[in-house]
């Protein structure tokens, strides 16, 4: 069995806000808006973040992006007016910084981020 993309699904109240909100997060418009509840936006070539308002209860969602560079994409996010929480030192060097959603969702970026620990 092979698994070709990943899809994050994040449930949201106003999709029209919200759409706007994760421009500001991921610094882009979105990539597709395959009908009136969702939208999308591809992260990696096999994955894609779809906000919508038509599954799912808002506020729920937990995505982690790993990211090359942790304090260019938080520097980005700021000067978008985004304020990413602080960077948490973890296990073996690698460092989280989290930021909420409107509806309460969270986007964890991960620096240092390993395969194999």
Do not use: C, K
Request: aromatic residues 6%.
């Amino acid at each position: 069995m092979t698994i070709d993309h990943v899809l994050a699904v994040v449930p949201v109240s106003d999709l029209v806000s919200a759409t706007a909100w994760y421009d500001r997060l991921l610094g882009r418009p979105p990539d597709n808006r395959p009908m009136d509840t969702l939208v999308e936006w591809r992260i990696t070539d096999s994955a894609w973040l779809q906000v919508t308002n038509g599954w799912g209860e808002p506020g729920t969602a937990l995505v982690n992006f790993a990211v090359d560079d942790l304090s260019e994409h938080l520097d980005g996010m700021r000067s978008r007016g985004l304020d990413p929480g602080p960077v948490q030192n973890v296990t073996n060097g690698v460092q989280l910084s989290a930021i909420v959603d409107p509806d309460g969702n969270t986007i964890t970026l991960i620096g240092h981020f390993r395969v194999t620990y």
